[in-house]
């Protein structure tokens, strides 16, 4: 995608990608920009097909994504055999070995090789779609994300099959939701008999499926991609995993040997002439700028003897030579120390990364510290910020622990907004099976009990002090996530199940991708004599949607008075009914939300029998002073929209704004009272909270319904419709518009355009 300077104050100029969102091109073919999408299935009304699957894909698992490693592509001049082979094998046409598996051992380099294939790809116009799964993590280390993350590469970079993805997602739109066999029969098989023949078959790239959930995971998705592909769909795919006997089991059967193709990776002559080339290369960088900082360094530094040595010890794996060479450029120690450091390393050894790992961990002061910041790490998914609340320790504790570890880890930078959180990340799986293993790592294992039961405590103390609701969220997350997979019901949780803040995120936002309230509620069952509190409390919790009516479903009648009787005394709950009932495909807790209340202000439902509740309250002669005319309640929505908006601002929780919030907005009939509070809001200060991060902010230029052109159009079209509105308030929101439109112009012109083309 090509960006230019946005053309001033015409807002018919602007492109739309799904009906309403901004982009600036110069192509015909572009991507809306976005920032760092979670997984999720909530969809809003008017979205387009694309902004769905844009919601419910997973950036992360990308290729080219920000969070890759820095450094995961091909050292230059080495891998040539195998990329010779993918790039023959991928202009292959008929479906014999239309999947390409590409396995081998740990620290072999398949990854880089899957990235740079990628990028190649790409570049030619190949790239059907690319995802790389991560063990354990929250959003690569599952299956879910797929293709809603497949569906939408496709969709943008083969315009011909566009349309019929999008029209798939506007049909089903719960359809990221759905099974795996589901989304895979409508978002990519059927689109693809949909859309016309295309001139060459897309590529997908699926890198690290041996760390896809579990093992009937993988093997399912296996299945149904080869069922897939012998049925017609004109595909190729590169499968990037270990040498897993259950993969072999299916990749490299008989049955399906007219499909499947590929080969090993081993760590033959070749690949060892590759590392010594990689070694030579890089140990030159390393002198050349060691030299320019006035550190002396001979010319024959490291000799030929040192190369080789370190190549027989790599036996054909990547991943040592590369920590080694990230250890030895470290900028605060000598680079001839540190390479003498590790050819102290026994030369014998049968296991030479561990004795490299256990070298760069040894010269780590404070060894309980590191143990217990190494087990966040590898157990939660945190920042090093949250990493210090989570562990109760002063901020910038895991920093200064983890910084000499910069040839196994990588730290994020500091955040600069609450929600953007990047956690801790291991620049390898095999560092990570180091840790967990007391058979090879010892004395720095973390896996010991020990440690789990300091991390329980520690991260339930964290949550009972009071903490911003991004760090809340998330440490909630990994502590009840952790919990029940590993660790028995204990006391110390007691307390914290007990937070209402925490019950209504889970109920929020609990599910398959971490934990749920049924999965909390079966886990306090298997303690020999759980408080009956909680078990209520959670069983209510797991039964949410069963047990509450759906109010704007009549299916009976009961006695007038138990309305009246319950809905008096419990204005919040009857605030939350009237949004529902005036938006229907507004849920229960997005009223909540909006309302800044929690669940507990509808338990009074519990009283009611499932019935014409809605009716009841729609009805003037039933309800008496309980009751509200529709106009009177759109008013009331949309100064509650306007309050939460000011209230977001005032606190710079940005991440908390709804882009519904301004669809809600636009439906009453506006008088006095909504002027007034509309002179109050700013949205235009939007861009001033987010200029400290320019990536993010260009991103909420041109993917927000906030600060992008289509939410100031919303408004003022709005307002302009009313022969009531001040004039003065018009022109106040044109000056808002305006202003952003300036403000998008400054940073496109203060940016790198090709810097941005590549990250967008």
Avoid at 483 to 512: A, M, W, Y
């Amino acid at each position: 995608m090509s960006l230019s300077q946005p053309p001033q104050r015409d807002c018919a100029m602007y492109p739309r990608i799904g009906g309403d969102k901004p982009a600036y091109i110069l192509n015909s073919t572009f991507n809306s920009i976005a920032g760092n999408m979670n997984v999720s299935h909530t969809t809003n009304v008017g979205e387009s097909g694309l902004d769905i699957l844009r919601r419910a894909l997973c950036e992360d698992a990308m290729h080219d994504s920000a969070v890759r490693p820095t450094d995961p592509s091909c050292h230059p001049g080495t891998r040539n055999a195998i990329f010779e082979r993918l790039d023959e094998w991928c202009f292959m046409q008929p479906t014999s070995s239309a999947i390409c598996w590409l396995h081998g051992c740990a620290g072999i380099g398949k990854s880089a090789i899957a990235q740079q294939f990628a990028a190649s790809c790409q570049a030619r116009g190949q790239l059907g779609g690319s995802f790389f799964w991560k063990r354990d993590d929250a959003g690569l280390g599952h299956w879910r994300s797929l293709f809603p993350t497949l569906a939408y590469q496709l969709a943008t970079s083969f315009p011909g099959i566009g349309p019929p993805i999008q029209r798939a997602v506007e049909t089903d739109r719960l359809i990221a939701s759905k099974s795996m066999r589901h989304q895979l029969e409508k978002l990519i098989i059927l689109p693809f008999r949909e859309a016309p023949k295309l001139k060459s078959r897309p590529v997908w790239v699926l890198d690290g499926l041996d760390e896809c959930e579990d093992h009937a995971i993988q093997t399912m998705l296996l299945r149904l991609l080869i069922n897939s592909v012998r049925h017609g769909l004109a595909i190729h795919i590169l499968i990037c995993s270990r040498s897993e006997s259950h993969l072999r089991e299916v990749l490299q059967s008989s049955e399906n040997s007219d499909i499947c193709g590929g080969f090993q990776m081993c760590p033959d002559d070749a690949a060892s002439a590759d590392i010594s080339r990689y070694l030579t290369n890089e140990f030159t960088r390393i002198r050349r700028v060691h030299t320019g900082r006035g550190i002396a360094l001979n010319d024959d530094w490291p000799d030929e003897g040192t190369i080789r040595e370190l190549v027989d010890r790599s036996s054909g794996t990547f991943i040592y030579a590369s920590t080694i060479v990230r250890y030895v450029e470290d900028e605060y120690s000598h680079p001839a120390d540190r390479l003498e450091a590790v050819l102290s390393l026994d030369p014998s050894s049968t296991t030479p990364l561990d004795d490299l790992y256990t070298q760069i961990l040894s010269v780590i002061p404070n060894k309980p510290v590191l143990l217990r910041v190494l087990h966040a790490v590898v157990e939660t998914h945190l920042d090093p910020e949250q990493i210090d609340m989570a562990l109760q320790m002063r901020r910038g504790t895991s920093r200064i622990t983890l910084r000499c570890l910069h040839s196994l880890i990588q730290l994020p930078p500091v955040r600069v907004f609450e929600h953007r959180i990047t956690p801790v990340k291991l620049l390898h799986a095999s560092f990570g099976d180091f840790l967990v293993d007391p058979q090879r790592s010892f004395g720095f294992c973390v896996s010991e009990e020990a440690l789990r039961i300091a991390l329980v405590r520690s991260m339930a103390c964290a949550l009972q002090s009071g903490l911003q609701p991004a760090d809340f969220e998330i440490i909630t997350r990994d502590l009840l996530r952790y919990t029940t997979k590993i660790v028995p019901p204990t006391e110390d949780l007691f307390p914290i199940l007990r937070n209402v803040r925490l019950q209504h995120l889970l109920l929020c936002r609990g599910g398959s991708t971490w934990t749920s309230p049924r999965s909390i509620f079966t886990w306090l069952q298997s303690y020999p004599a759980p408080p009956s509190d909680l078990l209520e409390t959670w069983l209510i919790l797991a039964n949410f949607f069963k047990t509450f009516p759906s109010p704007w479903r009549p299916v009976g009648s009961v006695c007038d008075e138990i309305y009246v009787q319950v809905l008096s005394n419990n204005p919040e709950m009857v605030s939350a009914l009237r949004v529902t009932y005036a938006f229907p495909d507004f849920k229960d807790l997005q009223a909540l939300e909006l309302l800044g209340l929690t669940w507990e202000v509808l338990l009074p439902l519990l009283k009611l029998p499932k019935a014409d509740l809605g009716a009841f309250l729609n009805d003037s002669r039933r309800c008496g002073t309980l009751y509200m005319s529709r106009e009177e309640t759109l008013r009331f929505i949309a100064l509650r929209c306007i309050s939460r908006m000011n209230d977001i601002l005032r606190t710079n929780n940005l991440f908390q704004f709804k882009c519904t919030w301004i669809t809600m907005l636009c439906e009453c009939e506006p008088d006095d009272m909504v002027f007034g509070a509309l002179e109050q809001l700013n949205l235009a200060q939007l861009c001033t909270r987010l200029e400290p991060d320019k990536e993010y902010h260009l991103a909420w230029h041109a993917g927000s319904s906030f600060v992008g052109a289509d939410c100031f159009s919303k408004i003022l079209n709005w307002l302009k419709k009313s022969p009531k509105t001040p004039p003065p308030l018009i022109e106040s929101w044109e000056r808002q518009e305006t202003a952003v439109d300036e403000c998008y112009g400054r940073v496109l012109r203060t940016e790198n355009l090709q810097d941005l083309n590549s990250r967008f």
